[in-house]
């Protein structure tokens, strides 16, 4: 009964320096906002939340938005990974899940427990392996933060239509068997993989529209050499 999440789970170091109380009052005046009428997708998009509207990834010696990018300095050296959404169902809970870092960059799948995960890879390390689900979407992740406003506009729309069908599928074999329900996971898994493969394409064709801070830039240049993505 006297069970508190944060006094259990915080640490003070890490939940200070990630900003966690400005960012939970975030979300948290988002989903208020739309009291009575919050659905999957409201979650999503207070979980891609970065702010005022003109803030880029770039931005801020800090990063602390609740869709967080890392950057250049000590405090920015980490982000956002792995988003999950519950829907808590009393007899079949349903998650959808990202499993890749930068949830404004990535697509939600559904998942249930029982029925489990398709094939994503080896588990990913620092390194990067193109074998991985998480290193494979990395590569959208980062050449998206080469010019973020510009490159996020050329696909954000089709995310989040991929993203209502995945639902609406997901509710429609709510109550099928574990199999089916399985198939269903797989194949979104594998468009959400074609989807993310054309959008790459789009965005590394582009040409820059605007250009990040030299620390910003210095920074993630830091970040593929240790990783050895080229």
Known sequence: EDFSFRRCYSDFLYTTLSDCANRRC???????AE???????????ALRDHGTHDRTPAQGLTGACVCMHAGFGPVRANQTTGSLVSRLDAD?????????AAPCTSV??????DAGLPDIGPQ?????DEK???WQHERLHRATLQDYPARIEMYHHERDALEMEFIAGAMAC??????ERGAHTAQCFVRAAQAEADWLARVEAALPVGENSLLYRQAWN?????????
């Open 92 to 100: 079949l809970p349903l998650q959808f899940l990202t499993g890749t």
């Open 222 to 230: 830091s970040f593929n050499r240790k990783a050895a993505l080229s």
């Open 26 to 32: 975030r979300t948290t005046d988002k989903l208020n």
């Open 174 to 179: 709510q109550g099928a068997g574990m199999d």
């Open 108 to 113: 939600f799948k559904p998942v249930w427990l």
């Open 124 to 128: 990913p390390s620092g390194a990067f």
């Open 35 to 45: 009291r009575g009428k919050v659905t999957l997708k409201t979650v999503m998009h």
């Open 132 to 134: 991985t689900l998480f």
